[in-house]
């Protein structure tokens, strides 16, 4: 089946440091997504993508839709203790089509 | 308004034993999704049902079965617990159209382990 190849598996970064983690596909994808999830907790959406080239923010997060449709990236500004968790990149096919996950990216933040 | 909401949270199974996960939405969503958990392997799709009745396979269906016999709900069945079944299984669901893609909202997880 298709695999996301999603990077670095892990970060241990310092309070108030940036965060950039990316996700790869061997096929195009006309939707990326990225998901966090807290410990004990489902993932929950934090920006969709939906056009080769997008550029799209919330709040500190800020995420792009590669030119090539196989690659999508996703920075953290700033980054404060709450943002510890498990970052997934999720690409779609077409609509309504099923979603494909990458293994997930864990982030730590030392204060 | 609850979302998504999975029973047990917690269960311990022994080899051969079944048992159902309970998946309710009360969104009215149309999509509901199984999803299991791996460490270190992202989320893999077992079963999806895109309304009542209407049930297919996802990328690791074996060893499990739903049914969709109305909106709210979509259990899923482990009929032959196997140790390859321990992990974390995620309910969804989404309003999706043939247009555009919605949000999947994920229930708190049900964590299975099966000795």
Redesign the interface.
């Known amino acids: 089946?298709q695999q996301?190849n999603?990077s670095p598996?892990s970060m241990f970064i310092q309070e108030g440091e940036d965060v950039s983690m990316n996700c790869t596909s061997s096929s195009i994808f006309n939707?990326w997504?990225w998901y966090k999830q807290d410990p004990?907790?489902?993932?929950?959406?934090l920006i969709?993508l939906?056009k080769a080239g997008e550029l799209t923010s919330n709040g500190r997060l800020t995420a792009q839709f590669g030119i090539t449709r196989k690659d999508s990236f996703l920075n953290i500004s700033a980054s404060i203790p709450s943002d510890v968790g498990i970052y997934?990149c999720a690409g779609?096919l077409g609509?309504?089509n099923?979603?494909v996950?990458?293994?997930?990216t864990i982030l730590r933040v030392k204060s | 308004n609850a979302g998504v909401t999975q029973t047990p949270k917690f269960r311990i199974l022994k080899i051969g034993q079944s048992m159902t996960l309970q998946c309710t939405q009360d969104m009215n969503h149309n999509y509901m999704y199984w999803y299991r958990q791996d460490p270190g392997m992202g989320l893999k799709l077992i079963y999806y049902s895109v309304g009542a009745g209407i049930t297919d396979k996802g990328e690791v269906p074996n060893g499990y079965n739903v049914s969709r016999s109305t909106t709210e709900d979509f259990p899923l069945r482990l009929e032959l617990a196997a140790p390859s079944q321990t992990s974390v299984y995620f309910c969804a669901s989404s309003f999706s159209t043939r247009v555009g893609f919605e949000t999947q909202y994920f229930g708190p997880g049900t964590r299975l382990l099966v000795l």
């Open positions: 089946g996301l999603q598996q939707t997504l004990g907790e489902g993932p929950v959406l969709a939906y997934f779609q609509y309504g099923k979603l996950f990458g293994a997930g």
